[in-house]
């Protein structure tokens, strides 16, 4: 009695597991991005080809060179700390106001990079309308 018990309840644990995996391979799997905050990255994606800057102001926000020095200056005060997080956080702790001021200066570079991305292909319309109008 105890091998019919066992043998009818290993079927159902393979067809179980046959089924999850068949269900499994049917479901699409999308890319997850960890540098997204919640928004569809590719609507700037899809502007490439059509707007002049669009893959330029989307990789704008990852220059932090501000930032990035404060990670390298963490790395070296605190090597006895394994995880960067944990690094970044007791930097946090003992230099606010440094981490401020660099948070800052990163914001400033990277709306003075859009300014400049942004500000090229205005300059071409208002020439072409300038030339068109015979300004």
Do not use: W
């Given at each position: ?49 059509v707007v002049p800057g669009a893959s330029a102001i989307r990789g704008i926000r990852h220059i932090t060179p501000f930032l990035f ?67």
């Amino acid at each position: 009695m105890p091998d019919t018990e066992a043998s009818k309840s290993a079927p159902a644990d393979t067809s179980g597991a046959d089924l999850a995996k068949r269900l499994n391979s049917t479901v699409k799997k999308k890319q997850v991005d960890n540098d997204s905050e919640g928004g569809n990255a590719d609507d700037l994606g899809d502007l490439n080809g059509v707007v002049p800057g669009a893959s330029a102001i989307r990789g704008i926000r990852h220059i932090t060179p501000f930032l990035f020095f404060l990670q390298a200056y963490a790395e070296v005060m605190y090597p006895d700390i394994k995880n960067p997080a944990r690094r970044i956080m007791k930097l946090r702790e003992r230099h606010r106001f440094t981490i401020r001021v660099c948070g800052s200066l990163d914001l400033l570079l990277q709306l003075a990079l859009v300014l400049v991305v942004i500000s090229g292909p205005a300059l071409i319309i208002y020439n072409g309308v300038k030339t068109t109008l015979g300004l």
